[in-house]
């Protein structure tokens, strides 16, 4: 094992390089960039519709002469003054060994437009992600794991019908979509308005009492979380039913009960740790798809400031230390998270050897 965890950790940083690689390649190619963004502001171009400035690159591109399209009527020295600010200045080679440099210092630089270093930015934002994909994975073990078991023990009855409806809605239904209907009926004044619009916090959060803000937290993120849930139990509860079903119907079962020993003994006592290894071993797993895919919509649906709203907004404004900052750490925590949950499955299920692989 000892020698499996080293070669994984190994595997971490050139992983991080051939992704850093890639994507530093894929942006050379992009349309548009920050000096592009500049210009556009400094000529009056409504660059605040971002989606038009990104459905016109090919007025911001550079042209044969190195010249910008876009800074035509631009002084010659306010593109070199951009150039030099942003290190397009120094050619690509130098650029992107600096990059790797300096990120593997944990050094990501300062924002194009904040003022404030991207690792600042990072732990500012860190929190809201973390508390989204933490609560919204506890809430779906709770929920999936008992709902799983009785849809075992219930297998082909009304109840397994009916809620296999929900489990069925729950993988159907797009998480972004269901956030929009949440605040169209719920946040957004049109119908009911039971629920804060945007935000973790009350603007008087620092005024109130204990139990209060406790209060005033839980309002805020309801509905982020709740559509969050919503997308995630369908599987955990399929995953669940089929590994309960799976142990029922083993022979040690038939003997527990030959034995006369109580279903809730054979259930609790014997089934529930066999049936349980996989579920619980696939926790990282799950924080991950919270943290990387949830989470990334609903912080840019509720406008809550977490690391999917922080990136979402760099790539519209071309704030590439941003989005490299902030896609390195997605990066580095998925491969730890990862690398976590491998180790759960030898831990709960002593019959995985990864030494053989």
Avoid at 207 to 213: A, E, N, R
């Amino acid at each position: 094992m000892q020698k499996y965890i080293l070669q994984r950790l190994l595997l971490i940083p050139l992983t991080l390089l051939g992704i850093l690689t890639v994507n530093f390649c894929i942006i050379q190619l992009a349309p548009g960039g920050p000096v592009e963004y500049v210009l556009a502001k400094y000529q009056g171009m409504n660059v605040d519709s971002k989606a038009q400035f990104s459905a016109t690159p090919s007025a911001m591109q550079k042209s044969k002469n190195n010249a910008y399209q876009g800074a035509r009527g631009v002084p010659e020295d306010l593109v070199k003054d951009l150039e030099k600010q942003f290190g397009f200045d120094k050619p690509l080679p130098q650029r992107f060994l600096k990059m790797v440099k300096d990120y593997a210092l944990f050094d990501f630089g300062k924002s194009y437009y904040q003022d404030k270093t991207v690792g600042a930015l990072i732990l500012e934002r860190m929190p809201v992600s973390v508390s989204l994909g933490l609560w919204s994975t506890l809430l779906i073990y709770l929920i999936a794991i008992p709902l799983g078991i009785k849809k075992a023990l219930k297998d082909g009855s009304r109840f397994d019908v009916l809620t296999s409806f929900a489990v069925i809605f729950g993988s159907a239904v797009p998480v972004f979509l269901l956030a929009v209907f949440l605040i169209v009926f719920f946040a957004g004044g049109v119908y009911f308005q039971w629920f804060p619009l945007r935000g973790l916090t009350s603007d008087n959060f620092a005024d109130l009492s204990l139990m209060h803000k406790i209060g005033d937290y839980f309002h805020h993120i309801a509905l982020p979380v709740f559509s969050m849930t919503v997308g995630g139990f369908a599987t955990l509860t399929m995953l669940t039913k089929n590994s309960f079903s799976d142990e029922l119907n083993k022979p040690y079962v038939l003997t527990a009960r030959a034995k006369g020993l109580s279903e809730n003994r054979i259930l609790y006592g014997h089934v529930f740790r066999n049936a349980m290894m996989i579920v619980i071993a696939g926790f990282p797993s799950l924080l991950i798809k919270m943290l990387f895919t949830g989470a990334l919509l609903i912080e840019v649906v509720f406008s809550l400031n977490g690391l999917g709203l922080l990136g979402y907004d760099a790539i519209m404004t071309r704030d590439y230390p941003v989005i490299f900052g902030t896609l390195y750490i997605f990066a580095l925590i998925g491969l730890v998270l990862k690398l976590v949950s491998d180790l759960t499955y030898a831990l709960v299920d002593p019959r995985v050897n990864f030494e053989k692989i």
